[in-house]
């Protein structure tokens, strides 16, 4: 059966988010992807529009890698002291780091490229995507926990994408709970499709081990 979570706040500036509030962010999106997608089956989750389009999973599966990179950087860059030029640079993280939160949103029109280390590359992804992706908020939220926001908003870090981007590791708790909003957003606009293949319940066990779908 198709669910929908609760609509998302489209005036929210990422931005502007408390260590806090990006933390209370992240245990949201962990429990509406548990909600709204955590029912469906393979065969839907891998189910896509089209072959420039991604699926719900491929929508997860980007997140999943792509904050585990984030995630592992913004921890390095708590516990050493800024060890590159980029990182020691004024101003520029600030910059870049508001410019990275508020082009990334949900409310962003702004298109984008996935990097290639965080680009889902196969068609077929195990449904256990939306569980990995849930507990891994739950425990970046866990540990942003740990953090004092001072610390956290002069703590500079390195993306893990492009090597010359920096900004703090405040602004990349920022980025992690907008840019996930916006693929979680990405993926209901899938479920939501009258297109989205329904499972006829009282179809299954009467055709091998499949399901079908209307």
Partial sequence: MRQSSRAYDSGK????????????????VARDARSTF????????????GDARWSVAQCFYHLFTGNRLVHRAAQDATERPAHSLWQQLPLLPRLFGTLLVRSQGPASSWKFTAPTRARPTGANISRDIIEQFAGQQIEAAAWIDTVEEHHAARSIMISPFVQFVTYSVLDACRLLAAHDRRHFEQARRVVLLREFPIPLEENRGHHGNGTLYT
């Fill in 13 to 28: 500036d990422y931005a502007r988010l408390s260590l806090a509030e990006a933390s209370a962010e992240l245990r949201n």
């Fill in 38 to 49: 955590g029912d469906l089956d393979e065969g839907q989750l891998n189910w896509h529009p």
